[in-house]
């Protein structure tokens, strides 16, 4: 309802009119209006990107998805968009920099620190040498109250994660971790959470790879022990494990939605290559045997079964 009538009374024409009266009364008007006229623009703005941050408790019950690829161009990026094609989750892209592993790594010790009697009694003993001004006691353990701490931090997670529409469930997609840690992780701080994990040969990745340019695998050696290690740790944690050609399988996707819990997508996205590359230099032979005989080609196949057995089990 503000819009129409805010759109009557421009603020430049109220403030530069030059039929409007110089006056004390004319100023107290004007800046009457100008805080009506930014009260409403503050309540429009409201309305066109709705604050959708949960209540903590709310939000560590929701039933977020996070995706996870085996390294780059495993179509992380087309699967969140096919996620965020739902409208009823928000995936946001690739954290960088191992910031979600920080967070909630930080998150979780704290919260295990907290359990733990001795930094509450070692504060004590801390707070009754200053008093007493005597340090000979031992408070090596001391450490200050942690639940506004933990709390903060938590907070400081919703907004990382906040999402742009109004929904209750988030999430991230991310093409690396750290350890299997981070995972646990946010599987205590989220035990509602999915995992999805999202894998490629790597027979073609590795062209697709090198195009990028990426430091931490600019070679064949290093790609495929980066491989190793992430579809490892994925494998030892367990989640949905989904190969990149099962997004070209319209079937498959609609599984994929009913076993996440969400009800329809822009079938449009499925096979949608806006971000296929082109002019990709092919593997020499010697690069694809060196590939088949890699233990990054083991841990692929291995997921392919994992896959292959869970469609089985839905039927």
């Avoid at 421009?10 to 030059?18: A, C, D, F, K, M």
């Avoid at 965020?84 to 930080?106: H, K, M």
């Avoid at 996205?269 to 990709?280: E, P, S």
Wanted: net charge neutral; hydrophobic share 40%.
């Amino acid at each position: 309802m503000l819009g129409p009538v805010l759109s009557l009374f421009p603020l430049g024409i109220l403030v530069n009119s030059p039929s409007m009266p110089s006056s004390g009364l004319h100023l107290k008007m004007l800046n009457s209006i100008r805080g009506i006229y930014r009260a409403g623009e503050r309540l429009m703005d409201r309305h066109a990107q709705p604050d959708a941050r949960l209540e903590a408790t709310e939000f560590r019950k929701g039933r977020h998805i996070f995706v996870f690829g085996v390294w780059g161009r495993s179509s992380t990026t087309a699967l969140q968009r096919i996620l965020n094609s739902s409208g009823e989750v928000c995936i946001w892209g690739e954290p960088g920099n191992y910031t979600v592993d920080d967070l909630v790594g930080l998150v979780t010790n704290l919260k295990r620190m907290n359990e733990q009697p001795e930094y509450g009694e070692r504060k004590r003993i801390l707070a009754d040498a200053f008093r007493k001004r005597d340090h000979s006691a031992n408070y090596c353990m001391a450490f200050t109250e942690l639940e506004p701490v933990i709390a903060d931090l938590m907070s400081a997670l919703q907004h990382l994660f906040a999402p742009v529409i109004a929904v209750d469930r988030i999430g991230f997609k991310e093409i690396t971790v750290r350890g299997i840690a981070t995972l646990q992780a946010l599987r205590e701080l989220f035990p509602q959470a999915q995992f999805v994990f999202l894998f490629r040969d790597p027979e073609p990745q590795w062209p697709s790879v090198r195009s990028m340019g990426w430091s931490t695998t600019k070679t064949l050696d290093a790609f495929l022990e980066e491989y190793r290690r992430l579809a490892e740790i994925y494998m030892n944690f367990g989640g949905i494990f989904l190969e990149t050609t099962s997004l070209y399988d319209r079937a498959r996707v609609r599984r994929l939605f009913e076993t996440l819990g969400l009800s329809s997508f822009d079938e449009k996205l499925i096979g949608d290559g806006v971000f296929a590359m082109k002019g990709k230099t092919p593997l020499t032979e010697h690069e694809a045997l060196q590939i088949k005989g890699s233990e990054a080609s083991m841990a692929y196949q291995k997921m392919r079964a994992i896959e292959a057995a869970a469609w089985n089990s839905r039927g």
